[in-house]
């Protein structure tokens, strides 16, 4: 086997066709887009690299057939505010090899050593985590856009190797399209938050798209600032830019924000799922795929949606106002009977609250992603993220 750096145009290129050549024959896979990924390990692009570095690399057979692949990278902020250096490793994708897999790791954990890391996380995103985040075990069905899909065999050379599991994400799904009530739990929190002076909720207004990118930044920073100590502030103009760009599939109905007093609270956005009609593309989207977009869309073939990313300001969380979003998104629901399913990825098994509250809303568990955790020495400690949490609150609750 020959293991070769990711270098020029040609090495990137390979990177992009090992998943293609492996899932050709697998329906249930949606190949992302090239400039999606590309983007990933593009230094003018991700603010990662302001702190950090990625390496890529293809490992090809004795013939100089493409066998796999994998990503290593780190981020020194986040690194420090783990406490223990801790790196990452993405886009490993391989044949049905455990040697050729155990190549693969080895080099992730070569270079990552090299660059002063005590362990790495895998299969993660070299960026935030509500993409390409976590190892498919349970539910390979058609991911959702910007959720992973894998072989069945991975989890067993992940294991095998001795990555340990450091969380589980959960995806439940949702049938909307038999949703005739609005749940009476729900619908008795948001009828008594809505009626409370100073609270108003709307729905996102692309007229105005300043507003509606600046309020999110906000609220976006403000609550994941005080949930993790290594969350990287998203950019106001990245995110106006990000926008622009996919506003074209983007339903300002299924994208909410809450106020109170006028100060932007509370957001959160779903967003119709781009990979069914991403589907037909093979991670090409030149100007003739624009338009066979535009005609995708046109039809309403987008009848599932993916609950995205949202946030809430501290000072406003236990209150309610997730109850109000939930109705507001139900009306919408009711209205565009082209919506048949809602997938809400991803809560990790570290946030019972939000699983229950899943749960409450009628939906199923559908489909389970791990995040491992490998430590470079084996003597280590191991504390599996959710314990890491509860002795975190230990401690604050003690000061």
Request: proline share 4%.
């Amino acid at each position: 086997m020959i293991l070769t750096e990711v270098s020029d145009k040609n090495f990137a290129n390979d990177f992009l066709k090992v998943p293609k050549q492996l899932y050709h024959k697998d329906k249930a896979w949606v190949c992302p887009l090239d400039r999606d990924i590309n983007r990933i390990f593009d230094p003018g692009y991700n603010p990662m690299f302001e702190e950090g570095e990625a390496i890529r690399w293809v490992l090809k057979s004795e013939e100089g057939t493409l066998i796999g692949r994998i990503a290593a990278f780190y981020n020194l902020k986040k690194a420090k505010a783990d406490g223990q250096m801790i790196g990452g490793a993405g886009f490993f994708e391989v044949i049905d090899n455990k040697e050729a897999a155990f190549v693969l790791f080895d080099a992730a954990v070569y270079w990552l050593k090299e660059k002063g890391m005590v362990g790495f996380d895998a299969p993660i995103n070299f960026g935030e985590n509500e993409n390409h985040w976590g190892l498919l075990v349970d539910g390979f069905t058609q991911q959702a856009f910007g959720m992973p899909y894998h072989k069945k065999y991975y989890k067993a050379f992940f294991e095998e190797y001795d990555f340990q599991n450091y969380f589980e994400q959960y995806s439940y799904h949702k049938d909307v399209a038999s949703v005739t009530q609005f749940p009476e739990r729900f619908m008795r929190i948001a009828t008594w938050v809505e009626r409370k002076p100073g609270y108003t909720f709307v729905h996102a207004d692309f007229g105005n798209i300043e507003k509606f990118v600046s309020d999110l930044v906000a609220i976006y920073n403000s609550a994941w600032s005080a949930f993790k100590k290594d969350f990287t502030p998203l950019d106001l103009l990245k995110v106006r830019e990000s926008f622009e760009e996919t506003k074209l599939i983007l339903d300002e109905d299924l994208i909410w924000f809450a106020y109170h007093e006028g100060k932007p609270i509370a957001f959160y956005i779903i967003i119709p799922d781009l990979n069914q009609i991403l589907k037909h593309f093979n991670g090409k989207l030149n100007l003739w795929g624009k338009i066979r977009f535009y005609y995708y869309k046109q039809r309403k073939v987008m009848t599932r949606m993916r609950g995205s990313v949202a946030g809430t300001d501290p000072a406003f969380q236990n209150i309610g106002i997730e109850s109000v979003i939930f109705k507001k998104l139900f009306e919408v629901y009711r209205k565009k009977t082209y919506y048949k399913e809602l997938e809400l990825s991803w809560v990790g098994d570290f946030n019972p609250k939000m699983i229950s509250i899943y749960e409450a809303l009628g939906a199923k568990h559908a489909k389970t992603h791990i995040t491992y955790r490998y430590l470079f020495d084996r003597t280590r400690p191991f504390v599996r993220y959710k314990d890491e949490m509860e002795a975190k609150m230990k401690v604050k609750n003690t000061n």
